[in-house]
């Protein structure tokens, strides 16, 4: 099971989501976008919570809004970072994060430290949290088949962009020869040009000598 939740109105169309449990945990983490922003309650046990960015968008493009959205999600979802203040909630790009063999079901590491973020949050806000459980939708999803009909999407477009690139190769070096060819006949015109005037000087000379003898 996956809980879904809408990002506030104003900050445009975003999804957040969670699994049920750290078995959904393992299969966000597995089949996860690479739009997915990852946030966890840091040093205690919390859900996991995603923010699903738009196309080409990254981490630097959350809203303030909208992190404190996810930023309240998952600490009202955290048993222990649900009853204290000033915990931190840590961020990071779906890509970055790091699974091995050695982890437990639903635990998860970094590539990189330097790409983990952090957000103070100083306490709960109902309002923030009762906004967004009443947007809650609960759904079974096939992460693997949503996640490999993204990968098709993506080849798709990958060789329909290829296509058009070496189409657009061929339309060059079509352009390119044609133009070769036009600078081959103005040269050639030229040459024959030259031709005919040396032809006339040399019959004008050969009138003059002839005029020449005559005198």
Known sequence: MVFYFKARPEAGDYTIFMGLDK???????????????????????????????????????????????????????????????????????????????????????FHSSKMVRTVRVEKRLNDVVNRLNRTKVERKPDLKAEREAVNAAERAERKLQLRDKKRREEMDRMEKERQAELRSYKGLMVAENMTSNKQIASASKSLQELEDDFM
């Not at 955290?78 to 079901?105: C, E, F, H, R």
């Open 23 to 109: 078995y959904e945990n393992e299969e966000l983490i597995k089949y996860g976008f690479p739009e997915d922003i990852w946030f966890h309650v840091d040093k205690m046990s919390s859900a996991h919570v995603y923010l699903r960015m738009h196309k080409c968008q990254t981490i630097d493009d959350i809203s303030e809004g909208v992190l404190e959205d996810c930023a309240q999600l998952v600490k009202a979802n955290s048993i222990q970072g649900n009853k204290v203040n000033n915990v931190d909630v840590v961020y990071t790009p779906w890509a970055n994060l790091k699974k091995t063999a050695s982890m437990d079901v639903g635990q998860v590491g």
